[in-house]
């Protein structure tokens, strides 16, 4: 959900301030999309292995069942996510949740391949 929202957000202009590394270069001086991986203009490979990295580190320590004793995928009974609704009402919001997961992956895909195709969205523009 993040991706496609950060590919809406990046592709309206809208970039974070300042510098991305200790030289200086700015946040919006590097390109959109793919072209910010594999690009010309493309961010440093340590950069990009540093942004890996840090997923890594999130999914194995933070966002992992460590205790192994989850009921069902998202389950990470590590006591840090408490909740105000009751076993249905539970039930319903991961059934949204799954849902929407699954609307943002198919949008993130069709971003990524009309920016490969090189088309021209009324909402993104030339990708």
């Known amino acids: 959900q993040l991706a496609f929202l950060g590919q809406i957000a990046t592709r309206n202009g809208q970039h974070w301030d300042g510098a991305i590394d200790k030289a200086g270069d ?20 340590k950069g990009v292995l540093q942004i890996i990295l840090a997923i890594g580190v999130m999914e194995v320590t933070i966002m992992s069942d460590w205790t192994e004793k989850g009921e069902f995928p998202g389950d990470l009974r590590n006591g840090t996510f408490k909740s105000p609704w009751g076993e249905d009402g539970l039930r319903k919001k991961r059934a ?32």
Do not use: T
């Open 96 to 127: 949204v949740e799954l849902n929407n997961g699954r609307a943002a992956m198919m949008g993130i895909l069709g971003l990524m391949v009309h920016e490969q195709l090189g088309s021209n969205m009324p909402i993104i523009g030339q990708l």
């Open 26 to 45: 700015l946040y919006s001086s590097y390109p959109n999309g793919l072209a910010a991986i594999l690009g010309p203009d493309a961010i440093p490979a």
